[in-house]
């Protein structure tokens, strides 16, 4: 079986595509790790795989108004309900691949239905859904505490505004947290604000390690820092080390803007899968 990719990033936050619209890739968690490791594989922070609603057997999916399914994966192979970069990268390879007709249309995902537009120059904007806060808790990194607002943007975050410049972090090491808290794990955001309507984010991810984006994330961080200063509707620019998204929040809803970029294309090894398997 030829198995077609694409390798594409949104604001650097680096993804295979596999292009599957029947479901018949086994993709397995092996599989994925190995397509997303930097040495052995292409190297990734996650894999879309693009697969038809119909196809799946998934309550997400069922449930779904659009026609195709982004099946999101961790770069450690683990399963996540929505990547907000990823979303952006997948909209624009569904208008490029002719799979869908205009530019407005909606993608099904685990986190529920995501309405997006593809702009003429190729940002994309995704409609995210509410940014839920749900609580406070503290990350550790380094032996260090920092109280953080816990957001649910569909996945799991928990965002700490931060007095000193993120950039002097040691993001090297996975930053502890209170799994009491996050059963499921946790996304751990790092902000400094930098002004009115700015901000500067780093990000340290479940199941991939630091990034150099994460759309869910900057908007969680807009929600947090607005949550802080006692409001919940506001916009806000991100710096994130990959780039700058622009980000809305309002009660019960949100959109995340920013680019969307393919690297290349080509088609797998057979053999390569086979032994990744
Ligand atoms: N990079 C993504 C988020 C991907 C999922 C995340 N690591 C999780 O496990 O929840 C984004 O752009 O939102």
Redesign the pocket.
Known sequence: MVIEFLKGHGTQ?DFVVLPDPDARLDLTASRVAALCDRQRGLGA??VLRVVRKEALDLPAAADSAGEWFMD?R?ADG?I???????TRVFARYLVEAGLVSGREFVIGTRAGDRPVVVHPDLTVTVQMGPAAITGASVAIVDGHNFSGVAVNVG??HLVSIVDDDIDELDLTRAPRYDSDFFPD?V?LEFVNPLGEQRLKMRVY????GE?R?????TVAAVAAALHLAGTDTGKSAVDIPGGRVEVTVERGASTLTGPAEFVARGQLDPQWWERAG
Not at 80 to 86: K, R
Not at 205 to 208: C, K, L, M, N, P
């Open positions: 936050n922070d996650g999101y961790n683990s996540a309900e929505m990547c907000g970069n990823g996945n799991p794990g996304n991810e479940r199941g991939v990034t984006a994460c759309g869910t994330g």
